[in-house]
Nanobody
Framework: QVQLVESGGGLVQAGGSLRLSCAAS????????MGWFRQAPGKEREFVST????????YHADSLKGRFTISRDNAKNTLYLQMNSPKPEDTAVYYC????????????????WGQGTQVTVSS
C-alpha cells in the first residue's frame, strides 16, 4: 500500500505560480512511477504530468508544456508539480497517483491515488 497526500492547492492569480506537493508513505516511494492528473467540474479526469521512478523521464500534456514541471525527491518521499503562469482553465482538483512500473499518461494504470487538492486560478 502507498498512501498519498497532496497539498499546496489554493487560489492563485493567472500568471502567478503555485507548487503542489504529494507526500508518500508506505511502500518504497522510489519504486513507483508517479503522475499528476486533474479533474474540472463536469469534465473527465485528464493527464497532467508523469515521472519515472528515477526522475529521469518526465512527460507533460502538450497543452501544459513550458508551464508545468513535475519533479520528485525520493529522499523526501515527495512529488512536486510546479505550476507557472497558470490560466483560469487550469482550475481543477489535482490528484497525484502512483504505479509500480513505468510512467504512464493513462490514469487507469495507476494503483494508488491521493484525495486531491483544489486549485483555482482567477483571471
Amino acid at each position: 500500500q502507498v498512501q498519498l497526500v497532496e497539498s499546496g492547492g489554493g487560489l492563485v492569480q493567472a500568471g502567478g505560480s503555485l507548487r503542489l506537493s504529494c507526500a508518500a508513505s508506505g511502500r518504497t516511494f522510489s519504486s513507483y512511477a508517479m503522475g499528476w492528473f486533474r479533474q474540472a467540474p463536469g469534465k473527465e479526469r485528464e493527464f497532467v504530468s508523469t515521472i519515472s521512478w528515477t526522475g529521469t523521464n518526465t512527460y507533460h500534456a502538450d497543452s501544459l508544456k513550458g508551464r508545468f514541471t513535475i519533479s520528485r525527491d525520493n529522499a523526501k518521499n515527495t512529488l512536486y508539480l510546479q505550476m507557472n503562469s497558470p490560466k483560469p482553465e487550469d482550475t481543477a482538483v489535482y490528484y497525484c497517483a502512483a504505479r509500480y512500473g513505468a510512467e504512464s499518461r493513462v490514469y487507469a494504470r495507476y494503483e494508488y491515488w491521493g484525495q486531491g487538492t483544489q486549485v483555482t486560478v482567477s483571471s
